[in-house]
């Protein structure tokens, strides 16, 4: 089990499913002793409704998240290089994350997070989809940084 970082972003495509996901879920789970932030490769979506409810069924409110693109922290003041742990949830994410590590001194992980969005005939088979990709984070963060402390 590692130490927790000071600063970590969280990043998929879209900063919509995965990415707010897995903000809401570590802040939950580790408190506010490390600064958490998540952003997309592109920002053309709002929070997605099924991510909000698989995640409230663990007690984490996503309904407040306001998606943004790396090139929108940029614009708004907030330097990428600035977190001491990138870690990316999809591939493009990825790409995005190692092209910013040649930049600035930052390290990247790589989860690979199911993208449940195109899964699912039926609303019950949708939010297993969802729960599936929760649940891959919260065990990537607990195999991480331990048990929850909240």
């Not at 990043?11 to 506010?32: L, Q």
């Not at 979506?45 to 943004?68: K, P, Q, T, W, Y």
């Not at 330097?79 to 092209?99: H, K, Q, T």
Request: glycine letters at 8%; a negative charge; one cysteine or more.
């Amino acid at each position: 089990m590692d130490a927790l970082p000071q600063s970590i972003l969280f990043c998929c495509d879209h900063n919509s499913v995965r990415s707010p996901m897995a903000e809401g879920i570590m802040k939950k789970f580790y408190g506010t002793g490390t600064y958490v932030q998540s952003a997309g490769v592109t920002n053309e979506m709002e929070i997605d409704g099924f991510s909000i409810a698989v995640c409230d069924e663990i007690g984490v409110e996503l309904s407040r998240h306001r998606s943004r693109s790396f090139d929108e922290m940029e614009k708004w003041g907030e330097d990428p290089g600035a977190f001491d742990l990138v870690v990316a949830l999809s591939p493009e994410s990825r790409r995005r994350a190692e092209a910013l590590a040649r930049i600035y001194h930052l390290d990247v992980e790589y989860w690979p997070i199911i993208d449940p969005t195109g899964v699912g005939e039926t609303r019950a088979a949708k939010l297993d989809s969802y729960r599936q990709a929760r649940d891959q984070i919260v065990q990537k963060l607990t195999d991480r940084w331990g048990a929850p402390r909240a």
